[in-house]
């Protein structure tokens, strides 16, 4: 069963525009909460991460905006470009399972020149 | 100065084989794991360790032993090889359990 349901699975953009990935989770006990990218052939790497003190985070072109009340969390690419073609993984954790890190199941993004 | 590295990188075995995995961390860390990841892209936690010590270990056949002979090390072993075992295996190491987890460039197993 997946504790963090991701969307969509995969989404086409111009580049320039907005890529958005929606994440959504049931265990209140979450409480770190990060989205990592995959390049085909490599491995996953952190983004940008966010805890539910605070409901928005921005690094550079990347934002994660987080909902508590909604138990929602969602990564803005703004300005994409073709080096963002890639797979994003939302993913959450809590400190009553040893910080074991649950994954969606990833969105893949193609970012069109 | 790769900082999570692993052995091999492409694995092909026949069903009924025994297959090990290396992985190795030169960041100081003393959190390791081991996650699978099938052909769907879906990622999954199958163990961690946190200075040699067995912290996480998911419902995984047992099959599946992971050893760590040292902080910087941590090992998979898989006995009897199945179809489907057949997925991209990352290790991956952080300073701690709450911490940035560094992945490494995975290893592809082809069991046939």
């Known amino acids: 069963q997946q504790q963090v349901k991701q969307s969509p699975q995969s989404l086409i953009v111009q580049k320039g525009g907005i890529s958005i990935i929606n994440c959504a989770y049931e265990n209140t006990a979450f409480d770190y909460f990060p989205w990592y990218q995959q390049f085909p052939g490599k491995g996953p790497a952190l983004l940008i991460a966010i805890r539910p003190d605070v409901s928005e985070k921005k690094e550079g072109r990347f934002t994660i905006s987080f909902n508590k009340s909604a138990k929602q969390f969602s990564l803005h690419i703004m300005d994409s470009q073709p080096g963002d073609s890639a797979t994003y993984f939302c993913?959450?954790?809590?400190?009553?399972?040893?910080?074991?890190?649950?994954f969606g199941a990833g969105t893949t993004v193609t970012v069109r020149a | 100065d790769t900082a999570v590295s692993q052995t091999p990188k492409y694995l092909v075995t026949q069903m009924g084989n025994d297959k090990s995995i290396k992985c190795e961390q030169n960041?100081?860390?003393?959190?390791m794991y081991w996650y699978k990841q099938d052909s769907k892209k879906f990622l999954k936690i199958m163990f961690s360790y946190n200075n040699k010590e067995l912290i996480i270990n998911e419902t995984v056949p047992n099959r599946f032993s992971p050893k760590s002979p040292d902080k910087a090390h941590l090992n998979l072993h898989i006995n009897s090889l199945e179809l489907g075992d057949s997925a991209v295996y990352f290790c991956a190491s952080s300073q701690d359990l709450i911490k940035k987890q560094y992945f490494g460039p995975g290893t592809r197993l082809t069991v046939t």
């Open positions: 960041l100081g860390h003393d959190t």
């Open positions: 993913a959450a954790s809590s400190p009553s399972n040893d910080y074991k890190l649950s």
